[in-house]
């Protein structure tokens, strides 16, 4: 049932502010200025000898990973990155006990993961699960974990899990943060902008008229660049990611600051930009790139705080803590997905060639 909308996609994007607003629910706790998580099944010794994290997802999963170990590594300061899982089952890795690993999947059941989670719990290491599906064989294979609590997610590529994995991933760096060395300012600084996420995502939900507008201009190109900075370089990844999957635009995602290191001989009139630039500490840098690309006469689209001189177009969203940022920068370019690969005729809800869980090799 597509409740009113003409497709699951559409429908899943509008879940949005109900969806984070579930994954939130009952798990803040004022009082200690944390969160509680359940399932971990990790007490606070142990989460004080974990020296480092590795997370493994596919896909979507693997770029919600990204903004994790971003947020993992900013509010618990533990060491942390994302990766491929299924890179990471085919070069052997180190394992290492003092490293806590992540399995990230909408389905639970994507055989990549799954594999990698086996492979490791082979070797002893512990494993925890940020998944959607209750029950799956991912959720079932971990030590423990968080569940997003997304909702079924029906159309093939994913959004409103997207959103919920990586606001998991935020309840998660909170609660290892405020074990470890997080103030208890800043847990409550924290909790105040997770609080505020549904409000700002219908926010910028009322806006999908005006990104219909401008995926119109921009559905002719040929092939998008996506640019973003460390926060917002995962951002550019996953909007990329969507826009080819149901458009069939070439798109590529870059972090901002390697344009100069190669891909700025590509920038001409007829490859447009699409770049993450948010009030933080970063934007001086991001406007550096902003002009670079104008100064080759490449069109640009930023999604930013406030309207930016140097692009073209500007989707203003609503800001947030600079660490949550990402959560919301992602979504106006999902509509702006959606309704590029409306206005070519796309079938949208099972673009070609794709399944919604891979479970094979
Ligand atoms: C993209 C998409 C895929 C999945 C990937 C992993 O829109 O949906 O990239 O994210 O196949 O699937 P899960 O999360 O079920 O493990």
Same mark, same amino acid.
């Given at each position: ?17 109900d969806?984070v607003?579930?994954?939130?629910r ?6 200690f ?7 971990l ?11 480092r ?13 990204l903004? #994790?170990?971003?947020? $993992? /590594?900013? %509010?618990?300061?533990? =060491? +942390?990155?994302? &990766? ?49 599906v ?42 290892l ?9 800043? #847990?409550?600084?924290? $909790? /105040?902008? %997770?609080?505020?996420? =549904? +409000?700002?995502? &219908? ?47 070439h ?19 007829a490859?447009?930009?699409?770049a ?15 002009e ?9 689209l ?10 073209d ?7 947030? &803590? ?23 005729g ?12 891979v479970?094979?090799?």
């Amino acid at each position: 049932d597509m409740g009113g909308h003409d497709t699951f996609m559409h429908k899943e994007i509008s879940e949005q502010p109900d969806a984070v607003d579930r994954v939130l629910r009952g798990r803040i706790d004022d009082r200690f200025s944390t969160v509680h998580l359940g399932g971990l099944n990790l007490d606070p010794r142990e989460a004080r000898t974990i020296r480092r994290i590795k997370i493994l997802g596919c896909g979507t999963s693997y770029h919600a990973g990204l903004i #994790g170990a971003g947020l $993992i /590594e900013s %509010l618990a300061r533990i =060491p +942390a990155d994302a &990766e491929p899982a299924s890179e990471f089952r085919y070069r052997n890795p180190v394992v290492d006990p003092d490293t806590l690993y992540i399995a990230v999947s909408q389905s639970g059941e994507t055989y990549d993961v799954l594999a990698a989670v086996q492979e490791l719990k082979r070797k002893g290491a512990r494993v925890l699960g940020v998944v959607n599906v209750v029950g799956s064989a991912i959720a079932r294979e971990a030590d423990g974990g968080v569940y997003v609590h997304a909702g079924p997610e029906v159309c093939v590529v994913s959004t409103k899990c997207f959103t919920n994995t990586v606001t998991a991933f935020a309840l998660l760096a909170l609660h290892l943060g405020r074990i470890r060395d997080l103030s208890v300012t800043d #847990g409550k600084r924290i $909790i /105040e902008g %997770l609080r505020k996420l =549904p +409000a700002q995502i &219908e926010e910028i939900l009322k806006g999908e008229d005006e990104i219909k507008r401008l995926a119109e201009v921009y559905a002719g190109a040929q092939s998008m660049m996506f640019i973003g900075r460390v926060r917002g370089y995962p951002v550019a990844l996953e909007a990329s990611l969507k826009l080819k999957e149901i458009s069939y635009i070439h798109a590529e995602a870059y972090p901002a600051s390697e344009l100069k290191h190669g891909p700025l001989a590509l920038i001409e009139p007829a490859l447009p930009t699409v770049a993450i630039v948010p009030d933080d500490d970063l934007l001086e840098k991001n406007r550096a790139a902003l002009e670079e690309i104008k100064a080759r006469s490449g069109r640009i689209l930023a999604v930013a705080h406030q309207p930016q001189e140097k692009a073209d177009h500007t989707i203003v969203v609503p800001k947030n &803590e600079d660490e949550l940022d990402p959560i919301l920068m992602g979504i106006p370019l999902q509509l702006f997905a959606y309704h590029t690969a409306l206005a070519m005729g796309r079938d949208i809800d099972k673009p070609r060639n794709l399944a919604k869980s891979v479970t094979v090799e």
